[in-house]
Nanobody, 129 residues
Framework: QVQVLESGGGTVQAGGSLRLSCVVS????????VGWFLQAVGKEREGVAG????????????TYADSVKGRFTISRDNAKNTVSLQMTSLLSEDPGMYYC??????????????????WGQGTRVTVSS
């Protein structure tokens, strides 16, 4: 059974940094996608960062929403079954619930919620001015 558990949320001042972590257990990362999504109050859940494992026909890589490019970095440690999101230069539009997601298939849309099967419960990020 796959379990996804996020941690690391909290309150940070605007311009500050925060690191979110996600442990995905019962899941083989090989050839799959992992991602981070933000759901701000009153808004749809949107992908902010996604990462996929390379295969025979394509290299691995990562992608980001335009709003976080250059500020957020997704990474993973397969040995620890952990996916992280390093967030820097946090802005007033960054707060909300951050969800980690994983998928056993990767069809080429790692920022799309429909790509993912397994979701965590979310961790809240608040940005104070």
């Amino acid at each position: 059974q796959v379990q996804v558990l996020e941690s690391g949320g909290g309150t940070v001042q605007a311009g500050g940094s925060l690191r979110l972590s996600c442990v995905v257990s019962g899941f083989d990362y090989t050839g799959h996608c992992v991602g981070w999504f933000l759901q701000a109050v009153g808004k749809e859940r949107e992908g902010v960062a996604g990462m996929w494992t390379g295969g025979v026909y394509r290299p691995g890589g990562s992608t980001y929403a335009d709003s976080v490019k250059g500020r957020f970095t997704i990474s993973r440690d397969n040995a620890k079954n952990t996916v992280s999101l390093q967030m820097t230069s946090l802005l007033s539009e960054d707060p909300g619930m951050y969800y980690c997601a994983a998928s056993s298939l990767c069809s080429g849309a790692p920022l799309s919620a429909s790509e993912y099967t397994y979701w965590g419960q979310g961790t809240r990020v608040t940005v104070s001015s």
